[in-house]
């Protein structure tokens, strides 16, 4: 017998397929609209959609900035305030303080002169006393009239003298 020899090889299901194309993307056209019309279905169906969910997340989250944004507007108003009166209060106390410094300078300086004025009494008295002593000493019993009017002049020699030292 004659053999013969073709050329044809045999043709597996995956090569009947890859030769024709467009038939190959025709199918695979028909599965993504399919899949597309599903979906579509399946939304308008349950009536959920990604798009409004994140729509509605935005508005909430928009919402929620500006309410903490108004919140922190009424925050740093309260602050200023508080800080005003804060400088109000420490301006008065301020202004106290220097009231008392004044005061309490004008009273150092009244005590000051005020010691040595009683400074100046205390040596007179002490010039009184001795010349009472060395008058007492000098003239063994003067009249009480003359007694009393050379202390009361001496007195006031002493005080004019204290007097003209201030």
């Known amino acids: 017998m004659i053999s ?3 050329n044809a090889r045999p043709i597996s299901g995956l090569a009947r397929i890859g030769g024709q194309p467009i038939a190959l993307t025709a199918a695979a056209l028909c599965l993504i609209l399919a899949g597309g019309i599903a979906i579509t279905a399946w939304r308008v169906y349950t009536g959920h959609s990604p798009e409004t ?10 919402a929620r900035t500006a309410q903490a944004s108004e919140q922190l507007v009424e925050k740093t108003k309260g602050l200023e305030q508080t800080q005003q ?15 008392v410094r004044r005061i309490l300078a004008s009273q150092q300086a009244d005590t000051k002169r005020l010691s040595e004025q009683v400074t100046g009494l205390a ?44």
């Open 123 to 166: 040596e007179a008295i002490d010039g009184l006393r001795q010349s009472f002593a060395s008058a007492q000493t000098a003239d063994p019993a003067p009249s009480p009239s003359t007694r009393n009017r050379s202390v009361r002049t001496r007195a006031r020699v002493a005080y004019k003298r204290s007097k003209s030292r201030s």
């Open 53 to 62: 969910d994140r729509a509605v997340a935005v508005r909430a989250l928009q």
């Open 85 to 99: 009166e804060s400088i109000d209060q420490l301006q008065v106390v301020q202004d106290q303080l220097q009231t």
């Open 4 to 6: 013969q020899r073709s």
